[in-house]
C-alpha cells in the first residue's frame, strides 16, 4: 500500500513539475511577443523591418485559410528536402560502411569525403543548377550534397569504434565477420548514425531552401525571396515561421524514429519492448 501510495505522490509531483515549465515557457512567450506587439504599436519598432505579431499571424492565417497558398509550396519544398535527405544518406550509409569493412577504401576515398564536407554548398550551387537545371533536380541535388556527410562520418566512426570488451566476447564465442558486423557493430553504432541522420535531415532543408533562392519557380525558398523583394516583411516573417515548422516536423520525425528504434535507451521502451516480446514468446 505505501509502494502504491508513493509511486502516487511521485507520479504527481513529475505532473506538477512538467505543469510548471509548461507555464513558465508560456509565460516567457507571452512576454516576448506582448513586449513586440507594444513596441510596434507604440512606434519603438520599425514595422517595415519588424512587423508586428498580429500583422504576422494574419499573414499566415491568409496563406493557410484563405487562399491556401502555401499548401503546394510548402510540399515542392518538403518533397525536394525529403528526396535529397534519402538520396544523400543513401550514399553517406553505403561508403560509410564500405570504408569500415576496407581501410583500403577508406584510406582513397576520406579525403575527398572531407573535401565535399568542408566545399560550402552556396558556393557550388550555380554549377548545380547547371548541371541538373532550374526544376526540381537541382534542388534534390544541393540537398543530397549537403547532408551526405553527418551521416557518413556518423557511421564510420560508430562502425571503427567499438567496446574492445564486447569485440573479444564476441572472438572468444567464434563469432564470425558478418555476426560480428550485424549483431555487434551495427547496435553499437546506432546511436551515433541516428544523430547523423537527424543532421542529415535539417541539412537537407536547408540545401533545398538555399537552391530555391538561387533558381525556382515554387517553394517556400522563392516564396519568401518574393515577399522579401516586395518589401512585404510581414510575409517574409510568415514564410520565414513556416520553414521553421517544416524543420521541426522533420526533427520531430527522427526523434520518433530514434525512440521507436533505439528503444534500450529508454526505460519505459525497454518495459513495453519486453512486455510485447514476451506475450509473443507466450503465444508461439
Known amino acids: 500500500m505505501s509502494d502504491v501510495s508513493s509511486d502516487g505522490i511521485l507520479k504527481g509531483v513529475k505532473e ?18 506582448g513586449g513586440w506587439e507594444l513596441g510596434s504599436r507604440l512606434g519603438y519598432v520599425n514595422e517595415l523591418i519588424m512587423p508586428p ?32 535527405f534519402i538520396i544523400g544518406v543513401s550514399i553517406g550509409l553505403s561508403l560509410a560502411v564500405t570504408s569500415a569493412i576496407s581501410p583500403v577504401f577508406r584510406r582513397y576515398w576520406a579525403p575527398y569525403a572531407v573535401v565535399f564536407n568542408v566545399t560550402p554548398g552556396i558556393a557550388v550551387t550555380p554549377f548545380i543548377i547547371a548541371w541538373f537545371g532550374f526544376g526540381w533536380s537541382s534542388k534534390i541535388a544541393l540537398a543530397a550534397l549537403v547532408c ?3 551521416p557518413f562520418i556518423n557511421t564510420l566512426t560508430g562502425l571503427l569504434y ?7 566476447l564476441f572472438r572468444s ?20 548514425i541516428i544523430a547523423g541522420l537527424k543532421l542529415a535531415m535539417t541539412g537537407a532543408l536547408i540545401g533545398a531552401i538555399v537552391a530555391e533562392f538561387f533558381s525556382a519557380s515554387e517553394g517556400v525558398g522563392i516564396l519568401m525571396q518574393r515577399f522579401a523583394f516586395r518589401l512585404n516583411m510581414d510575409g517574409s516573417f ?15 520525425l527522427m ?25 509473443k514468446w507466450s503465444i508461439n
Open 173 to 192: 564465442l567464434g563469432a564470425n565477420r558478418k555476426q560480428y558486423f550485424w549483431k555487434l557493430q551495427i547496435p553499437s553504432a546506432l546511436p551515433i
Open 148 to 150: 551526405f556527410f553527418p
Open 53 to 84: 505579431p498580429t500583422a504576422i499571424g494574419y499573414r499566415l492565417y491568409e496563406m493557410f485559410f484563405i487562399t491556401g497558398s502555401i499548401y503546394w509550396h510548402y510540399f515542392v519544398t518538403m518533397f525536394e528536402a525529403v528526396c535529397g
Open 255 to 279: 526523434e520518433y524514429m530514434d525512440v521507436k528504434v533505439l528503444f534500450w535507451r529508454r526505460h519505459s521502451r525497454m518495459e513495453e519492448v519486453s512486455k510485447k516480446r514476451k506475450a
Open 162 to 168: 567499438i567496446d574492445k570488451d564486447a569485440t573479444e
Open 16 to 33: 506538477l513539475s512538467l505543469v510548471h515549465k509548461l507555464s513558465m515557457h508560456l509565460g516567457v512567450f507571452v512576454i516576448l511577443i
Open 238 to 252: 510568415a514564410a520565414l515561421i513556416v520553414m521553421s515548422l517544416m524543420g521541426l516536423s522533420l526533427f520531430t
